[in-house]
């Protein structure tokens, strides 16, 4: 497992693009601000560990997480974020496109120890089917042992909106193309948010 250690009052950017798989440990020291991106398409097999250990009061964690996978493409990402101070924020937003025959796994893990009292704690997948066969396990989980929190943690797994599916092709835009700009304004939501260096590769990505 690699170990990286955020100073304090330090920022830090990672990006993980298409990983074949990923064993990391991040360790936050006080005021220090991870914004951390992992992006997977079309990679047949990627399992990837992602821990977060806040250890320094004031800390802040973001982490944004996209995976289109098709064909028998099989992907997971695990992440444990451990809130073991007080007064840290983290947020998490995961996203996943489907298609194919392709499974995927997200489990989400928030631990909020005793003493980290005023936690601020975000998390989220949301995941796009595309196909009959797509299969997506998602498990956003919380556990809490402090009573000044403010935590929450969801998942939902749908389709296309077939309205607006049909909205655009009374316009004149065909059934492709209409499924196309659905996925594109999807995806884009995580891809935004990538360093400006990215975003050439990131709109590839998404088409």
Known sequence: METIIL???SERHIVLWNPDST???IRQEENSHLT???VIKEQAKSANNICIELVGEEAQTDIYGLVMASGNDDISIRTIVNHNVGKCKSRQLFK??????ATAAFDG???VRPDAQQTDAFQTNRNL???DKARIRTQPQLEIYADDVHCSHGASTGQLDENALF?????GISLNAARGLLV???CHEILDTLPPQYRETANEIAN
Do not use: T
């Open 7 to 9: 100073a304090p009052n």
């Open 23 to 25: 064993d990391i440990c």
């Open 36 to 38: 951390l991106h992992i």
């Open 96 to 101: 996943y496109v489907l298609n194919d025959n």
């Open 109 to 111: 893990l928030v631990v």
């Open 129 to 131: 089917i595309l196909s």
């Open 167 to 171: 909205y655009m092709q009374q316009r």
């Open 184 to 186: 594109d304004a999807f």
